[in-house]
């Protein structure tokens, strides 16, 4: 069954770099990659989205390898408001072969003064 | 700048009754979706709609769940018989197209007793 592969948790400090990477096999060839930040009870935040090769926008950049198997999310200098949990959002193909929007398990990013 | 809206936040319900969770996306978007999130888990897919009709669902998404899209406005996802582990939280999420980012909004947490 396809699936993402994110790691759990991160630590940082401010003004660090931060790059998460999820792995997703199987991805649908016609989809976009997308990642999102989650604070607690709080709705999933739209961080950036991609097709391939490297997008980015005023938050963050996202890197896509050719074929698509991963992707990388790269947030320059992370303050402590970076705390968070960040998200990758694909289209996986499911058990009864139709592409649904699959979510990784999430990567808790803390960020230290 | 233009919100997905839900209702209730909270809804307490005991196992057995019908539950209806309440959204009104954003006004010109075409493409709407229920996720859950139990607590501490990664967000799961349930079901999307798209021209009045669902046009993919997950496995979580049995015949105790329907969707409804009654008026130009709101969309609804009702539970018919709750039971425990329907306890969540619940996202409505629309998008305008195909590939553009889907907009989530603040979650109904649902507890069933």
């Known amino acids: 069954l396809a699936k993402t592969t994110q790691p759990i948790s991160m630590d940082s400090y401010e003004g660090q770099e931060v790059n998460i990477t999820c792995s997703h096999n199987?991805?649908?060839?016609?989809?976009?990659i997308t990642w999102y930040q989650q604070f607690p009870s709080q709705g999933p935040r739209f961080i950036i989205q991609?097709?391939?090769t490297k997008v980015t926008n005023e938050v963050a950049s996202l890197f896509i390898p050719a074929d698509r198997k991963s992707s990388t999310l790269s947030l320059p200098r992370v303050s402590l408001s970076d705390t968070a949990v960040y998200y990758c959002l694909v289209a996986l193909r499911a058990s009864g072969g139709s592409y649904i929007p699959t979510f990784g398990r999430g990567t808790s990013l803390i960020v230290h003064p | 700048e233009p919100e997905v809206t839900q209702t209730p936040s909270h809804q307490v319900t005991q196992m057995g009754q019908e539950v209806i969770l309440r959204c009104v996306p954003i006004s010109n978007h075409l493409y709407f979706y229920w996720y859950r999130q139990i607590l501490g888990q990664k967000v799961e897919f349930l079901v999307s709609f798209y021209n009045n009709e669902i046009s993919e669902k997950s496995e979580i998404f049995d015949d105790q769940f329907s969707v409804e899209r009654p008026d130009g406005s709101n969309f609804t996802l009702k539970i018919r018989s709750t039971k425990l582990e329907d306890s969540a939280m619940y996202f409505c999420?629309?998008?305008?197209?195909?590939?553009?980012?889907?907009?989530f909004g603040p979650g109904t947490r649902l507890t069933v007793t």
């Open positions: 991609g097709y391939k």
């Open positions: 999420a629309s998008r305008a197209q195909v590939n553009y980012e889907q907009y």
């Open positions: 199987n991805i649908a060839t016609n989809d976009y």
